[in-house]
């Protein structure tokens, strides 16, 4: 029997992987890691209650756990301290390998500067001597939509560059494959995007088709995104403001541009397009 922990259970990413787990392989035994027990989905699984910030609870939470899924924390201005106050219970504790979710072009320059929290996480995990397989996804395909704002616009820096954004079931797809058989990916390091390269006109298009909805793509200026963002969210820190900036300077870079193979090659199947992720998003909901 295989202890496999998954951190994030509440959530629509570490969530699904539950559902994906539980019950389908008699081998496995599921142990969920999440801040409020009573918020854990409802699976006949081990519930344990810890935080990343929480080295002692963590520690605890761990003990037993074999192969770890490290779903990345909320954004925040101490995630780098707190992803290695848990890397370090982890390795504590005995975890034998990690799973982690990180980002796609992670790296100490990342445009997107958020990813470069994700290096930090890497880095802590590659150095703690436990196995590891990083699953670097890009944005999420089924999140683009709420980019736009009351109006509907996506409004940002994003210029004429494309992005392969990628479907969050299908990361949560391939996580779960990874941790069925977590030695056959031990050292991998997997970039997970969807099937095409898309600018954020045809994003726009595309998604407001199928939402039934009027969207549009507005570019602005870093200048001009900087501004809009501090007249709309006044109280907002610089390293938030900094993080949705890149989030557009990083599509307009062509650092997002690239589609993967990885997925593909993990699933045995095509990664889903944009009209596919929202419309199984919108079919979960219903």
Same mark, same amino acid.
């Not at 095409?196 to 200026?221: C, F, K």
């Given at each position: 029997?295989?202890?496999?922990?998954?951190?994030?259970?509440?959530?629509?990413?570490?969530?699904?992987?539950?559902?994906?787990?539980?019950?389908?392989?008699?081998?496995?035994?599921? !142990?969920?890691? @999440?801040? &409020? /027990? %009573?918020? $854990?989905?409802?699976? *006949?699984?081990?519930?344990?209650?810890?935080?990343?910030? =929480?080295?002692?609870?963590?520690?605890?939470?761990?003990?037993?756990?074999?192969?770890?899924?490290?779903?990345?924390?909320?954004?925040?201005?101490?995630?780098?301290?707190?992803?290695?106050?848990?890397?370090?219970?982890?390795?504590?504790?005995?975890?034998?390998?990690?799973?982690?979710?990180?980002?796609?072009?992670?790296?100490?320059?990342?445009?997107?500067?958020?990813?470069?929290?994700?290096?930090?996480?890497?880095?802590?995990?590659?150095?703690?001597?436990?196995?590891?397989?990083?699953?670097?996804?890009?944005?999420?395909?089924?999140?683009?939509?709420?980019?736009?704002?009351?109006?509907?616009?996506?409004?940002?820096?994003?210029?004429?560059?494309?992005?392969?954004?990628?479907? !969050?079931?299908? @990361?949560? &797809? /391939? %996580?779960? $494959?990874?941790?069925? *058989?977590?030695?056959?990916?031990?050292?991998?390091?997997? =970039?997970?995007?969807?099937?095409?390269?898309?600018?954020?006109?045809?994003?726009?298009?595309?998604?407001?088709?199928?939402?039934?909805?009027?969207?549009?793509?507005?570019?602005?200026?870093?200048?001009?995104?900087?501004?809009?963002?501090?007249?709309?969210?006044?109280?907002?820190?610089?390293?938030?403001?900094?993080?949705?900036?890149?989030?557009?300077?990083?599509?307009?870079?062509?650092?997002?541009?690239?589609?993967?193979?990885?997925?593909?090659?993990?699933?045995?199947?095509?990664?889903?397009?944009?009209?596919?992720?929202?419309?199984?998003?919108?079919?979960?909901?219903?």
């Amino acid at each position: 029997m295989t202890t496999i922990g998954i951190t994030g259970a509440t959530g629509a990413l570490g969530g699904r992987v539950t559902t994906l787990l539980a019950g389908a392989d008699m081998r496995l035994d599921l !142990r969920l890691l @999440v801040r &409020d /027990a %009573a918020r $854990a989905p409802d699976v *006949d699984t081990d519930v344990r209650e810890c935080t990343y910030a =929480d080295h002692g609870a963590a520690l605890a939470a761990l003990r037993g756990v074999d192969t770890l899924l490290m779903v990345s924390a909320h954004e925040g201005p101490r995630r780098r301290e707190e992803h290695r106050t848990f890397v370090a219970a982890a390795a504590e504790a005995g975890v034998g390998h990690v799973v982690y979710t990180s980002f796609v072009d992670a790296g100490p320059g990342t445009t997107f500067t958020l990813g470069r929290d994700h290096h930090d996480t890497e880095q802590a995990i590659a150095g703690s001597g436990m196995a590891h397989t990083f699953l670097r996804d890009s944005f999420y395909l089924d999140v683009l939509p709420h980019f736009a704002d009351a109006q509907g616009v996506l409004r940002g820096p994003g210029g004429r560059g494309r992005l392969a954004a990628v479907a !969050r079931d299908d @990361v949560a &797809d /391939a %996580a779960a $494959a990874v941790l069925r *058989d977590p030695a056959d990916h031990a050292g991998a390091a997997y =970039d997970l995007t969807g099937p095409e390269a898309l600018g954020l006109d045809e994003v726009a298009a595309r998604a407001g088709a199928v939402l039934g909805r009027q969207l549009r793509y507005v570019e602005e200026s870093v200048e001009e995104a900087y501004a809009s963002r501090r007249a709309g969210w006044p109280d907002a820190e610089q390293w938030q403001l900094d993080a949705w900036v890149s989030t557009y300077t990083a599509i307009a870079d062509g650092s997002l541009e690239r589609v993967s193979p990885d997925l593909e090659r993990l699933l045995g199947r095509a990664p889903r397009t944009l009209e596919q992720a929202l419309d199984q998003e919108h079919g979960q909901r219903g």
